[in-house]
């Protein structure tokens, strides 16, 4: 005697809203709290560069002597320099040279470093040779000593001390993207790939290139908080643009001579280490989960 089982009723669809709001909360859970700290931190810094009207009223060339040297509080979150500007709004405006000058250095060390790396890597034979020659020279020249004799024959402006940096950092991410470029190189689907007739461009722009990029652009993240370290050490040592602009390295050089004001020194510096700070803890976030 055989007994019927009624069928179960089917469960209704789950709205395609709520499974995108399901998708969103994994993966927000799933960033580390600091890694989340790190991303508000830069996308602070980022609106300062971009719209940085909308964080302060007050203008960063405008002197006001009867206001100047003030403390901090809560009219002048950072207090107001030797000339009475407000030291908030400096370095609010500082942010789009200080970031967007090292966002230029670190894309002509992408750029051309991972060229050099890409050809050397692949072709091998007297050009590898060739670049590997000149990515050794560009090694045995501490960073910071290269960037400096560079932007002294090109001249004390911000633009060619990005231009400094990012030659500085050529042979980083060219050593890097030779090495990626050489494990892959000799993996099986790229014999696969020639075996099945294609042609050596099509083999670099298909298939090596596509799966040798990650490690390069994780670096590039790490070296763009390396980049403004250098830019505003540049900028400290003068080799940036005059005043009255506001690089950051620039506001803690001119802070110095006012002991008695010690927030021109310790409001830039510290906006510096928490940008830095935030940009190496999400490069190395990103090495892990590429």
């Keep these: 005697m055989s007994i019927a089982i009624a069928p179960q009723p089917a469960q209704p669809a789950q709205p395609a809203a709520r499974r995108l709001a399901t998708a969103a909360r994994s993966a927000f859970t799933a960033v580390p709290p600091s890694v989340l700290l790190s991303f508000i931190v830069i996308l602070i810094v980022i609106l300062w560069s971009l719209l940085p009207a909308l964080f302060t009223s007050y203008s960063p060339v405008t002197a006001d002597p009867a206001e100047r040297l003030l403390g901090p509080s809560a009219q002048h979150w950072f207090g107001t320099d030797d000339l009475g500007r407000d030291e908030f709004a400096r370095i609010v405006y500082g942010a789009r040279s200080s970031?967007?000058?090292?966002?230029?250095?670190?894309?002509?060390?992408?750029?051309?470093?991972?060229?050099?790396?890409?050809?050397?890597?692949?072709?091998?034979?007297?050009?590898?040779?060739?670049?590997?020659?000149?990515?050794?020279?560009?090694?045995?020249?501490?960073?910071?000593?290269?960037?400096?004799?560079?932007?002294?024959?090109?001249?004390?402006?911000?633009?060619?001390?990005?231009?400094?940096?990012?030659?500085?950092?050529?042979?980083?991410?060219?050593?890097?993207?030779?090495?990626?470029?050489?494990?892959?190189?000799?993996?099986?689907?790229?014999?696969?790939?020639?075996?099945?007739?294609?042609?050596?461009?099509?083999?670099?722009?298909?298939?090596?290139?596509?799966?040798?990029?990650?490690?390069?652009?994780?670096?590039?993240?790490?070296?763009?908080?390396?980049?403004?370290?250098?830019?505003?050490?540049?900028?400290?040592?003068?080799?940036?643009?005059?005043?009255?602009?506001?690089?950051?390295?620039?506001?803690?050089?001119?802070?110095?001579a006012y002991a008695t004001a010690p927030w021109l020194v310790y409001a830039p510096a510290i906006v510096i280490v928490l940008t830095v700070l935030s940009i190496n803890r999400i490069s190395r976030w990103l090495r892990k989960t590429s």
């Design 99 to 256: 970031v967007g000058t090292a966002l230029v250095a670190v894309g002509i060390g992408l750029f051309a470093g991972g060229l050099i790396g890409l050809l050397a890597g692949f072709f091998g034979g007297w050009i590898d040779a060739v670049l590997g020659r000149l990515v050794d020279t560009l090694l045995a020249i501490p960073y910071f000593l290269l960037a400096v004799v560079i932007v002294v024959g090109l001249g004390f402006d911000t633009i060619n001390a990005a231009i400094a940096t990012g030659i500085s950092s050529v042979a980083i991410f060219a050593r890097l993207m030779r090495a990626e470029v050489l494990k892959v190189r000799h993996s099986v689907f790229v014999e696969s790939s020639y075996l099945q007739g294609g042609s050596r461009n099509y083999v670099l722009f298909r298939h090596v290139l596509p799966n040798a990029y990650r490690s390069v652009v994780a670096l590039s993240v790490l070296q763009l908080g390396q980049a403004i370290i250098v830019i505003a050490a540049l900028a400290f040592l003068g080799y940036g643009s005059p005043p009255p602009a506001s690089d950051w390295g620039l506001l803690v050089s001119a802070g110095q």
